[in-house]
């Protein structure tokens, strides 16, 4: 019988998981947190503030944990070989400084794995290229989405972690007042993975 697709949804945390001398505090799981987590509104946005290249760079590169038992089946070699499709929906926000703009132009995004050693591997890759802008400053939100349409064959054995990694490119048109964020409130699903991952040769 074929798989239903799982939604991940995308959150940040303040207890993290650590992976050799790396600790991650994003993660994607199935479940949204607590409204009032931590109470704390910074865990609601990915922001980077002071934005001064005048051409197009990566201004917010992050990576999240997908949890360990979202994939929970696993073959007598003791892994999984994943394949399938990934879609990123994905809120973002873009602000100037009220004079001069700011553009979020790109966004890349790759399925992978975290080692036990805390590196990232990617294993499949795609970009879209909104290209907003924003002179004011007031957030501009807009939704954007990602797609990936075929995942290669992904071996996971239980010492490594599925996790995603989120790139947002952006510049300013001069000055240095230009902000770029991901937005993913607690209690909702602002930013989320919808994705058919079909289990290989179980």
């Given at each position: 019988?074929?798989?239903?697709?799982?939604?991940?949804?995308?959150?940040?945390?303040?207890?993290?998981?650590?992976?050799?001398?790396?600790?991650?505090?994003?993660?994607?799981?199935?479940?949204?947190?607590?409204?009032?987590?931590d109470l704390d509104a910074a865990l609601d946005i990915e922001e980077k503030t002071g934005i001064s290249d005048t051409t197009e760079t990566v201004?917010?590169?992050?990576?999240?944990?997908?949890?360990?038992?979202?994939?929970?089946?696993?073959?007598?070699?003791?892994?999984?070989?994943?394949?399938?499709?990934?879609?990123l929906l994905i809120k973002l926000a873009v602000v100037g400084d009220g004079t001069n703009a700011c553009y979020l132009t790109k966004v890349g995004?790759?399925?992978?794995?975290?080692?036990?050693?805390?590196?990232?591997?990617?294993?499949?890759?795609?970009?879209?290229?909104?290209?907003?802008?924003?002179?004011?400053?007031?957030?501009?939100?807009?939704?954007?989405?990602?797609?990936?349409?075929?995942?290669?064959?992904?071996?996971?054995?239980?010492?490594?972690?599925?996790?995603?990694?989120?790139?947002?490119?952006?510049?300013?048109?001069?000055?240095?007042?230009?902000?770029?964020?991901?937005?993913?409130?607690?209690?909702?699903?602002?930013?989320?993975?919808?994705?058919?991952?079909?289990?290989?040769?179980?």
């Amino acid at each position: 019988m074929r798989p239903e697709p799982k939604t991940y949804i995308i959150q940040k945390i303040n207890d993290g998981f650590t992976f050799g001398d790396v600790t991650y505090f994003r993660i994607a799981t199935p479940f949204p947190s607590p409204p009032d987590l931590d109470l704390d509104a910074a865990l609601d946005i990915e922001e980077k503030t002071g934005i001064s290249d005048t051409t197009e760079t990566v201004q917010i590169d992050k990576i999240y944990i997908i949890l360990p038992d979202i994939f929970e089946e696993y073959n007598t070699e003791n892994k999984l070989l994943l394949k399938g499709w990934a879609l990123l929906l994905i809120k973002l926000a873009v602000v100037g400084d009220g004079t001069n703009a700011c553009y979020l132009t790109k966004v890349g995004f790759d399925i992978g794995w975290v080692s036990e050693g805390g590196n990232f591997t990617s294993r499949a890759y795609t970009e879209a290229t909104p290209n907003i802008s924003e002179v004011s400053t007031t957030y501009k939100e807009f939704s954007g989405q990602c797609y990936i349409n075929s995942i290669s064959e992904i071996a996971s054995w239980r010492d490594i972690n599925f996790a995603c990694r989120i790139r947002v490119y952006g510049y300013v048109a001069a000055g240095t007042g230009g902000k770029i964020k991901i937005i993913h409130r607690r209690g909702e699903t602002n930013t989320q993975i919808i994705g058919f991952i079909n289990p290989a040769g179980i």
